[in-house]
């Protein structure tokens, strides 16, 4: 085992590819600054299919051991609990980050529980999720915080008048079912109820490059899942200083907490999600004066990096 330049492969069923450029990009950008900030790691990645049948998961059970062996890695490091079947047979240290519905919700939960001892080391992305599991290092996944900080205030819209028109941000693509669009809609409602112009935005099939810009172009942005485990859109909501209502869900609250311009609401009530969305946009600056510096080297991609990092130093120096 080289521990001067470690090789270590990502296993995962979350990463964009040519055939599916929308799927959730967290892990290939975590990977991307890992490569960037620490060039001496070697980072491979080999995706598992998860829109496939789950026997793609038992047969890449048999094919990964001489998968690792022949690329010599170190380390395995798996995102999300169904590909921790994956790594029975594999000899190496083996990483596993759980991000949400995999801990938290059936049937994927039971086989995350049962399997995450198997595993060299456990990170989880938001404290919740460690409640549930009972154990794990929390490591929330990371964004780019300065791709997403308006450069200027000219980038950003002027802010809603009271009542007023509204550009409301529905963070997710509205046909999974997990986000609760349903609730979404039922809370732009009632603001429509309320005198205000609702339009709709939704964060759904938009160019990587261009997202920051749906943010400064929208005036509030609503999360309404019905689960989460460290929801990256909050935290570009944060960078991109765009006020948020969510339901109380992963981590939401501990990122509310530390900025003047984000709410959590404790029901699934759309006029809850209204009264909050209303008393929060009434005490609103100027959003590019928001504050948001109390929390952004925390979210930031490289520092998180720098931990996952530790992470497999930690792994190597054991020496397994």
């Not at 609990?81 to 519905?101: Q, Y």
């Amino acid at each position: 085992m080289s521990r001067e330049a470690p090789r270590i492969l990502v296993l995962t069923n979350l990463y964009p590819t040519a055939q599916r450029p929308f799927v959730s990009p967290f892990v290939k950008e975590q990977v991307e600054s890992l490569r960037t900030c620490f060039p001496e790691l070697t980072l491979d990645v080999r995706v598992i299919k998860g829109s496939r049948p789950r026997a793609e998961y038992l047969r890449e059970t048999l094919r990964l051991p001489g998968v690792v062996k022949m690329g010599g890695y170190d380390i395995v490091h798996a995102h999300f609990g169904l590909t921790l079947v994956s790594l029975l047979l594999v000899r190496v240290p083996t990483v596993v980050t759980f991000h949400g519905s995999d801990v938290l919700v059936n049937p994927t939960r039971q086989l995350s529980r049962l399997l995450a001892p198997l595993a060299s080391k456990v990170i989880v992305v938001a404290h919740r999720l460690k409640e549930a599991l009972g154990y794990g290092e929390v490591i929330p996944c990371g964004i780019a915080v300065q791709k997403f900080a308006p450069p200027s205030s000219g980038a950003l819209r002027p802010g809603p008048g009271m009542p007023g028109k509204l550009n409301v941000l529905f963070p997710a693509d509205p046909a999974r079912r997990i986000k609760d669009y349903g609730l979404f809609q039922a809370a732009c409602a009632e603001l429509t109820g309320r005198g205000h112009a609702v339009q709709e935005v939704h964060l759904v099939q938009v160019d990587r490059a261009r997202v920051q810009e749906v943010y400064w172009d929208c005036d509030l942005m609503l999360l309404t899942s019905l689960s989460e485990g460290s929801p990256t859109v909050i935290k570009e909501a944060i960078a991109a200083k765009l006020p948020f209502v969510s339901v109380d869900v992963g981590d939401v609250r501990e990122w509310a907490a530390q900025v003047q311009f984000g709410a959590v609401v404790r029901d699934r009530d759309p006029r809850s999600i209204a009264d909050a969305a209303q008393a929060l946009l009434s005490r609103i600056p100027e959003r590019f004066n928001l504050d948001n510096a109390s929390c952004l080297e925390a979210m930031d991609i490289d520092k998180v990096a720098g931990r996952i990092r530790g992470v497999y130093r930690e792994l190597l120096e054991r020496g397994f």
